[in-house]
């Protein structure tokens, strides 16, 4: 069975910027549409985004920290994405 594309709906905000769009989960969608987006930045150099470590794998893993935080991969958050609204440079 082929997995079908679902459309976002339209009152969701996608920054024409962001990094392979049509792959973003709709916990980041949902931050570019509270919030905005700040170009020329990513998650990776906010202070929000927590690093988890490799949890004994060979990738990080990072969370958002004005997301609902939980040990699993629903709330697993990505460096590459680019940042909502509320980033806050790393000092
Ligand atoms: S830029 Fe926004 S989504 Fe990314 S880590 Fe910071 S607060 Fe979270």
Redesign the pocket.
Known sequence: MSQQQIEPPAWIVIPPSAYRPESLPKR?LD?YTL?GS?EG?T?RR????LDNGHGGHSHRYYK????RLTNGPATD?RAR?L??????DKP
Not at 46 to 49: A, R
Not at 64 to 67: K, V
Not at 83 to 88: M, S, V
Request: hydrophobic fraction near 40%.
């Open positions: 980041m931050m919030f700040t930045k998650c906010c202070k929000n985004l958002c920290d004005l997301q958050w994405w940042a909502c609204g509320k980033f806050e």
